[in-house]
């Protein structure tokens, strides 16, 4: 026995490799699913003719090996077939039997049943009833085999099957997010992949319907282009998969960053200038999967119509389309020929007939092969513009229109430059979806600041889109805001021009035609001043506010700042950043409205806020001047009112206090810990404080460092972590306690970490940068650094800034998913000296790189 098992492992290897061989040469996936499984049919019928078994049994295989195709480590799932129990020499014998298929290298999955057994399982698990619908005779007694298909057909319920697929189909969708654009697909699970493509021949088979594109096509269920589509999106898939195994040596069916570059390669794509290699194939899939699902939804409608034939009349819309059991179909099958703007049409009709489900199968056919009706001329078309603009300005249905458009490829055949970016990933490390899916995204949420049942979500959004006309501007704005992304060049400039073109050819007004190319060419801008300029600059809201011109502007350009944040990561967003564009926001508009934004106006207006609330603590009215007499005007700028009071009440009595001073609170933002430090100033204060805070895990969202006039140090941060939500009163004891503990120890500071890095920044590392320059009053150095996130990174720079005695004065904590963009204020007479300006540079550089 042992010597068969080395003879049929080898035979088993050999074949293997052989196969793999050949398809690296002759690139045909087909012939190695084959040539795979009958290597694996030849040494399972050999191991199993020399084990002399009963004539009334068989080797059964089932599941995809039973689809009789085998990928390069796909389990082999096989079914020991007997006419009756088998007593207890033969269960030894069958024990040996499966004991050698293991032997001889095989992921085997096997089961030991008759034919009642078999019947019983599959009524009971519809995932065996599934393998068992794929099942196939490897050898033995085929009669047996063939009264159990028999049998088998005779218990199958296909309306209950069908049921059972499409329910355990949307479960796994819903476990995929419900998209095909993953950054990450499981080419064989996720959306539009290959078990997509299974589910249908499964549950056609089950119905008698065929088990076969061709057959699918002779039955009429779909035309024979379809059936030359799927099958060219089914080898694709297949071909991917295969790539995978191999690449990997194992069994792999996620196309994972780390990767997409290698499998790129394998078909060809090469890196260009402006696009990775890894970014060409994922496009390719994407609009395969694309077309699998909209292929998809239409094969399981009309397979579901055999299935379960509803009567129902057609009730007219119009003249082009009839409601059939809530669905829109087509009055007659030419009606997107004879009438392509109907092909708009469609889409207006169900955003204004809320009661509509969706379309027809045989809508959605006849829209899927129209589709290049939509030309040149249907564009110039003045009525078709006409009706995408009524599309824009539905009352509802907006979103849902606009991705069903997506989904049909009228959206990108419409908008030619849509098309372009349609399966575009993203690898700036933040994006989490591809671009049009961002833009969908952003669409999105721009609309739901119009309804009512989601005011809750972002109150001052909805509050501000309540009071702005003509909302359906902003819709148009977030179509085109990324639009020109992966042409190379700056894609807010290329956008605006694309954005410029629609509206001009849409007969938009000069005025709102301004208002989206505005939108479309500063969409970042608003997110860059908040994030990374001093907001208690007078001159940075002034010349921010000069940008905008009026409210109106100001208000559009807001809404269209938090739609598009909340659109590139669930990560992204945070309540922090919220503040900072809110802030902005209203220090710009108060500008805007005549006020002046001097520092002395400023200063008098917060300092009357704090004491207002001081006052409502209790507190003296004099109990703030010991404090604040050691407060310059660059502490109360940047500082809110409300930040003022709470640190006057926490340390107004402890101006010269000998010990470290620390304070919590939870954040007025909602989210976070306020930490407030005051302590006899040292020159690697920041350092140590980033020190504890790294060792804690925190991160750090923002930091503002204080000298008072008398050597004092009064530092702000606000600190987050996952944790800190379920123990809020912990967390603060735990900081008072520790943090102060360690500021009066003195200890040396601890070597900063090289923390590791997520598996995304491991596969597209970005280039860290160190930009050093003065700020236009020449006062302070702006430093801003740019690299991969990492755990301990801001303390690694803080050590590089003690070591050369940089004054830090306000820190800005940009975390874009896994990267960072931080801007620091500082001074210090390093800074001045030409040599020890590039020596600083160079060791911060070094301390961003793992």
């Known amino acids: 026995m042992a010597s068969l098992a080395l003879a049929l492992k080898e035979q088993l290897r050999s074949g293997h490799q052989d196969v793999i061989a050949a398809f690296k040469v002759d690139g045909k996936p087909e012939k190695l699913l084959i040539k795979l499984r009958q290597n694996v049919d030849a040494a399972l019928t050999h191991a199993w003719r020399s084990f002399h078994l009963p004539a009334n049994a068989a080797l059964v295989a ?29 269960q030894g014998k069958l024990e040996e039997l499966v004991q050698l298929f293991w032997d001889i290298g095989l992921e085997i999955g096997h089961s030991i049943r008759t034919i009642d057994e078999c019947l019983s399982e599959s009524a009971a698990d519809i995932t065996v009833q599934t393998s068992l619908l794929e099942a196939r005779l490897v050898t033995g007694n085929r009669k047996l085999f063939r009264f159990l298909q028999d049998r088998f057909k005779a218990a199958m319920d296909p309306q209950a099957f069908f049921q059972a697929k499409t329910l355990e189909m949307r479960q796994r969708h819903a476990k995929y997010e419900d998209t095909p654009y993953s950054l990450e697909p499981n080419c064989k699970e996720s959306p539009g992949g290959l078990r997509d493509l299974q589910v249908i021949l499964w549950v056609a088979k089950a119905a008698g319907l065929g088990e076969s594109w061709r057959k699918l096509a002779e039955r009429g269920l779909i035309t024979p282009t379809e059936a030359r589509q799927l099958t060219q999106k089914e080898r694709a898939f297949k071909d991917i998969r295969i790539r995978l195994h191999i690449h990997a040596g194992r069994r792999e069916d996620r196309l994972v960053f780390d990767v997409q570059t290698s499998i790129a390669e394998t078909f060809g794509f090469k890196t260009t200038e402006t696009r990775r290699a890894s970014e060409y194939l994922m496009q390719h899939y994407y609009w395969a999967a694309k077309a699998v699902t909209q292929l998809n939804t239409i094969l399981l409608q009309n397979i579901e119509a055999r299935l379960f034939p509803q009567p129902g009349s057609p009730q007219p819309i119009n003249a082009r389309f009839n409601e059939i059991n809530s669905r829109i179909d087509i009055a ?13 049409e469609v889409f207006l009709l169900l955003a204004q007939h809320s009661e509509l489900k969706g ?45 069903g458009m997506n989904q049909t490829s009228v959206l990108g055949r419409y908008l030619p430059n849509f098309r372009r970016i349609i399966g575009q990933m993203q690898h700036d490390l933040f994006h989490v979806y591809t671009v049009d899916q961002h833009i969908l995204m952003v669409v999105r949420n721009v609309r739901r600041f119009t309804m009512t049942e989601h005011a809750h979500e972002y109150p001052f959004c909805s509050q501000l889109m309540a009071n702005f006309a003509q909302p359906w501007l902003l819709y148009i704005a977030a179509l085109f805001h990324d639009i020109a992304k992966g042409r190379g060049g700056d894609h807010s400039k290329l956008g605006m021009e694309d954005a410029r073109r629609f509206c001009k050819d849409h007969g938009l007004s000069k005025e709102d035609t301004a208002l989206v190319v505005f939108l479309v060419e500063h969409h970042l801008t608003m997110s860059q001043v908040a994030q990374k300029q001093d907001l208690s600059d007078p001159d940075v809201i002034r010349s921010f506010a000069n940008l905008m011109k009026d409210e109106r502007h100001l208000t559009a350009l807001y809404l269209l700042t938090v739609a598009d944040i909340r659109g590139t990561s669930p990560k992204v967003w945070n309540a922090w950043k919220g503040k900072l564009l809110e802030d902005l926001y209203w220090m710009a508009l108060r500008v805007l409205g005549g006020e002046d934004p001097s520092t002395e106006h400023e200063l008098k207006n917060r300092q009357e806020q704090a004491r207002t609330t001081l006052r409502l603590y209790g ?25 003022i009071a709470w640190q006057t009440r926490s340390f107004y009595n402890k101006t010269d206090s000998n010990a470290a001073v620390v304070k919590c609170r939870v954040s007025p933002i909602g989210e976070g810990v306020q930490v407030a430090v005051y302590v006899k100033d040292q020159p690697d204060l920041f350092a140590r404080i980033c020190s504890y805070f790294d060792k804690k895990n925190f991160s750090i969202l923002d930091a503002k460092i204080h000298t008072t006039r008398n050597g004092y140090a009064l530092d702000t941060f606000l600190v987050t972590e996952p944790a800190f939500a379920n123990s809020y009163r912990d967390i603060i004891s735990l900081i008072e306690h520790e943090l102060a503990e360690l500021l009066e120890a003195h200890a040396a500071l601890p070597p900063p970490s090289k923390g590791r890095l997520s598996r995304l920044s491991r596969t597209f590392p970005m280039t860290p940068t160190v930009d050093l320059r003065p700020d236009e009053r020449g006062q302070y150095y702006l430093l801003s650094v740019s690299a991969n996130d990492r755990n301990g990174l801001l303390y690694s720079i803080a050590n590089v800034l003690a070591k050369y005695r940089v004054n830090l004065h306000t820190a800005k904590i940009m975390t874009l998913g896994e990267r960072v963009e931080d801007v620091f204020l500082v001074d210090g007479p390093v800074l001045n000296n030409p040599r020890s300006q590039i020596q600083l540079e160079t060791d911060l550089l070094e301390a961003l790189r793992v």
């Open 62 to 90: 089932v599941g995809g090996y039973g689809r009789g195709e085998l990928f390069p480590h796909s389990d082999v799932d096989v079914l020991i077939l007997l006419g009756s129990a088998p007593d207890a020499a033969l």
């Open 332 to 344: 007659s099958d030419d009606t997107f020929e004879t009438t392509p703007s109907a092909m708009l």
């Open 359 to 403: 379309m027809t199968a045989r809508t959605l056919r006849a829209l899927w092969h129209a589709r290049f009706k939509i030309d040149g001329n249907f564009r110039r078309d003045p009525a078709n513009r006409a009706l995408f603009l009524k599309i824009l300005q539905a009352p509802q249905g907006i979103t849902h229109a606009l991705r």
């Open 619 to 643: 507190l003296p009215d004099d109990a703030h001047e010991r404090l604040w007499q050691q407060l310059d005007v660059a502490y109360f700028l940047r500082h809110d009112a409300g930040d």
